[in-house]
């Protein structure tokens, strides 16, 4: 119950409200030292996310390399690493849905920031 009535209390967009997110992103909190993470830049590269379920001939264009002459044959799933990653409009986000597991004491919390129409 403490979860979903924080959720819901991160993104009230209440202007009293201290502890709405995407405000805090935005413009930060100075009262609590915190900067404005709106753009945010992390450091260094991702670790290699895998793709299962890619068809070979789109995995072999997946997993091609401009360092080689000749195309190599995808052996794995793909597994792209970003690097130099720069993320903006965080300030936009919205409430997707939050996730609580069964045996861990964990929740995740997913977000929006954009459209299934938007452009890359």
Not at 16 to 37: A, Q
Not at 42 to 55: D, L
Not at 84 to 111: C, E, H, K, M
């Amino acid at each position: 119950m403490i979860i979903p009535t924080l959720g819901k209390r991160t993104f009230d967009p209440d202007p009293e409200n201290p502890l709405h997110l995407p405000r805090t992103i935005r413009d930060g909190h100075p009262e609590w030292g915190l900067p404005s993470y709106d753009p945010a830049t992390p450091g260094g590269t991702s670790p290699p996310a895998g793709i299962p379920g890619v068809p070979a001939g789109v995995g072999d264009s997946a997993c091609a390399r401009h360092d080689l002459e000749y195309p190599p044959v995808c052996s794995s799933p793909p597994a792209p690493q970003p690097a130099n990653i720069l993320f903006t409009r965080l300030g936009v986000l919205r409430p997707v849905s939050l996730g609580f597991s069964d045996s861990d004491p964990v929740f995740t919390a997913v977000v929006g920031v954009g459209t299934a129409g938007a452009a890359c």
